[in-house]
């Protein structure tokens, strides 16, 4: 989709949300010259001013190099211990000296207040401090996790989170969120895929621009705004083997083309701070990568926001071994481009030695310190420093309530409907609830704030269900735990099963499964679980799985005996009441799958978007490219998702059977139109998808990739066309080149519309 445009909330001073939705790349060929920034301080130079230069400056000249360094600072609050917890010391003594930035896991109106106090009355410049947590999936209310807010295919379930994790956190003080995270990946060993948006660079652009700008709003000094972070920059989705933090090599070609172009729509749509990423790439630590953070993201991109480092990122420079010492690594990461180091304390530490030694210019840390000024001003921190107390939201309201709700009903994937098994009617008799999270609040997710966990755990599966059938028979039995291999509750499952009308199996994996530091090497379901699904399988009688997981699982061979399966990943606050709107069929299912789900895990990386090679599969030649004792593909492919009701998507039609290529450098594009129609008999959602194909081009280009999306409603019979525009940036790639060159080539483009990624209604496009 086309629709390009760049504007920058800090320097423009305001309205990112009138930003493309969708833009993520310059539309033609562009070399950028490339400047010695990193060294020199000169991220800043290229800026355009802003409307806060003026107070910036001054307080610059006013600040001694200590100054300047404690505001690079952000350390970490206990917040474990609660909201009006001791904290730290150590953290109030670098308050009051001046000798700190920016505090992180830390909230509630009260306890933020009395910090901020003494950075203000105390410090001897009073400068703000900037109150930093990782609101990923929601502050009080938890939303699903993004990776089932992706399989929404809707950047609007995203927004929604995204506004009510604002509000809920600013009223408790946090002006800043580390999130979207946005690290496309095609590693679901990764535990990090749960808060990401799977594994198509497009879906998690549109995802993180429209988050970005909910977050942020329109005026970031909004008592319902925060600060966004996109992160983490850049490539950690690529961690060889899916062990977290670990490894990545990356083409040029590959960074820019997969990686990149989340970050770009990020920064597109105004994103004030970008996190630095915990992985190499080509042995250069992200931390320590003035390529990436300086000329790529400052310059060629004119980000003038803040970077931040990971925690205790720019200290890890030591273990990976690219620093000797302390000193060494805080230098490699200002030069690098880090603005705020996170948790560890070399650049207050050892910056005044490194600019006496002429290791660092004091330039660089006045651009750092800028950076981190800005947002400060941009947040109203200098004039309103203080979060209002008595307007401190303590729980989610009913409407929070209502639309984690709405959202988690929305991510969820039917992928399997055998004989219309799904939906469940009232005449069905006894219903039976099994599986460990039948009756579990281990449905949040994996970022979840400990009290809010405490406080506000997810409604269970079986309590909806009882909700839903008022009256009716209802029985629970556990049957297996989530991990181990203890079978003796089955035979009390089965019997549950034996008496049921229906059997509802929730199964799937705990939440800290998924998230940081949480790789699985197996990913089919944990413990006994798929013993639990064989023996309700063996009975005879209706039953559906739900599964709620983080991660795409291997689904193994009770697949074939499951007459249906609902994806509802890990749903957040209202999990059980979300689940139970889809199995009673009060929200007809209409998500897609945002990542193959593999067959084995010996097929990763599997993936939609993936090359061809010169053999590409064939079950006929035995010397094409495929695993002797698997079938091909995965199990689900990217973009699948079944719905209560059918759908047939006419062919796609364009606008133009040829295009110049002068004309798509100029802006120009071409539509592409396709009817879809509700064919079933009831109201239901389809996600009509457009991929595209380069047929012959100077890099091998992905079989298919993702290019265009629209979720549309219809009632039974009812007919909608969709309308999709392609423009330059659909059609070209980046190459290899280290400027960024995209190419855009005459040629044959094959355009694809239909329900999912192996959709097959094509028309071909011709580039002259
Ligand atoms: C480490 C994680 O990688 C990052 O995503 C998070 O924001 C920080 N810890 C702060 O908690």
């Known amino acids: ?84 917890g001791p904290g730290t010391k150590e953290v109030e003594q670098a308050a009051r000296q001046g000798r700190l930035g920016s505090v992180l896991n830390i909230f509630g109106a009260r306890t933020t207040n009395a910090l901020q106090k003494i950075a203000v009355e105390e410090s001897r410049l009073g400068v703000p401090l900037l109150f930093g947590l990782d609101v990923i999936h929601g502050f009080w209310t938890t939303f699903p996790i993004p990776l089932a807010q992706a399989a929404g295919f809707d950047p609007r379930v995203a927004a929604r989170d995204a506004e009510v994790s604002a509000k809920e ?34 879906l998690t652009a549109a995802f993180a621009a429209a988050k970005v700008r909910a977050y942020q709003g329109a005026d970031l000094s909004a008592a319902d705004r925060i600060a966004a972070c996109a992160k983490h920059f850049v490539a950690y989705g690529g961690a060889e083997g899916g062990r977290d933090y670990n490894t990545v090599d990356v083409s040029e070609a590959r960074l820019r083309n997969l990686y990149l172009p989340p970050f770009r ?71 690098a481009g880090v603005d705020m180091e996170m948790t560890s304390t070399t650049m207050v530490t050892y910056g005044k030695r490194l600019v006496r030694e ?43 309530r209502a639309a984690a709700r709405s959202a988690a009903a929305r991510s969820m994937v039917l992928l399997k409907n055998e004989k219309g098994v799904l939906p469940v009617g009232r005449s069905v008799g006894a219903i039976a609830v099994v599986g460990p999270f039948g009756d579990s609040g281990d449905l949040l997710g994996t970022w979840v704030l400990p009290p809010a966990a405490q406080r506000f755990p997810a409604v269970t599966v079986l309590d909806a269900v009882r ?84 991660r795409p699982l291997t689904v193994g061979g009770w697949l074939d005996r499951a007459p249906a399966v609902l994806e509802a990943w890990h749903p957040g606050i209202e999990a059980g009441n979300a689940i139970a709107d889809v199995l009673f069929g009060r929200v007809n299912p209409g998500g897609k799958l945002p990542v193959s789900f593999p067959r084995a895990v010996g097929q990763i990386p599997i993936h939609y978007n993936h090359e061809n090679t010169g053999r590409p599969y064939d079950p006929d030649d035995k010397f094409t490219s495929k695993y002797l004792d698997l079938p091909d593909g995965p199990q689900f492919p990217f973009g699948h998702g079944l719905s209560y009701t059918t759908f047939r998507t ?55 990739r993702l290019r265009g999306f629209r979720r549309v409603t219809l009632a039974p019979g009812g007919s909608r066309t969709v309308r999709f525009r392609l423009g330059a940036e659909d059609l070209g790639f980046f190459t290899h080149d280290p400027h960024g060159e995209f190419l855009l080539e005459p040629g044959a483009i094959d355009i694809y519309v239909g329900d999912s990624s192996a959709a097959e209604g094509r028309c071909t496009l011709s580039v002259t």
Not at 359 to 371: F, G, L, N, P, T
Not at 684 to 693: A, K, N, P, S
Request: aromatic content about 4%.
């Open 169 to 202: 956190a600013r009223s408790n003080g946090v002006h800043w969120t580390f999130a979207p995270m946005m690290d496309v990946t095609h590693e679901p060993r990764w535990g990090r895929i749960a808060e990401g948006n799977g594994e198509d660079p497009y």
């Open 650 to 704: 006419g062919p796609p039609a364009l606008s133009r059977d040829r295009i110049p290529v002068d004309a798509l450098r100029r802006g120009g594009t071409v539509e592409v139109a396709a009817t879809v129609t509700n064919t079933g008999p009831r109201p239901g959602d389809e996600v009509v998808q457009l991929y595209v194909h380069d047929r012959a081009a100077a890099l091998a280009q992905p079989v298919r």
């Open 1 to 84: 989709m086309s629709g390009l445009r760049r504007r920058s909330l800090l320097a423009a001073g305001g309205t990112a949300a009138t930003a493309g939705l969708l833009g993520t790349g310059p539309v033609q060929a562009q070399a950028l010259p490339r400047t010695a920034g990193a060294a020199t301080g000169a991220g800043a130079a290229a800026r355009r001013p802003g409307p806060y230069d003026d107070k910036v400056r001054a307080l610059l000249a006013r600040m001694t190099l200590e100054e300047k360094l404690g505001q690079l600072q952000q350390l970490p609050w206990t917040y474990n211990t609660g909201p009006g």
């Open 265 to 335: 729509a990020a920064v597109d749509a105004g994103v004030a701070t970008v996190m630095a990423s915990f992985n190499t790439i080509g042995g250069v630590p992200a931390h320590a990568n003035p390529r990436t953070l300086t000329d790529i993201l400052k310059q060629e991109w004119s980000f003038d926001g803040m970077v931040v480092s990971d925690w205790n990122g720019v200290q890890e420079l030591i273990p990976h071994g690219v620093a000797q010492d302390g000193a060494q690594a805080a230098r490699l990461a200002l030069r």
């Open 467 to 550: 909700k839903a059938v008022p009256g009716g028979t209802v029985r629970y039995e556990r049957g297996v735990a989530a991990e181990g291999d203890d079978i003796s509750g089955i035979p009390a499952a089965v019997a549950a099963a034996r008496s049921a009308g229906m059997t509802f199996v929730v199964v799937g994996e705990p939440a800290a499964l998924s998230g940081e530091a949480a790789a699985r090497s197996d990913i089919g379901l944990p413990g006994a679980q798929e013993k639990l699904i064989e023996a309700i399988a063996r009975t005879g009688r209706p039953f559906a799985v739900v599964l709620v997981n983080g």
């Open 358 to 400: 002429g290791k660092i210019s004091e330039q660089r840390v006045d651009d750092a310190v800028s950076r981190i000024l800005r947002l400060k001003f941009a947040l109203g921190l200098f004039a309103r420093p203080y979060v209002d107390e008595g307007r401190e939201i303590g729980a989610p309201t009913p409407e929070a």
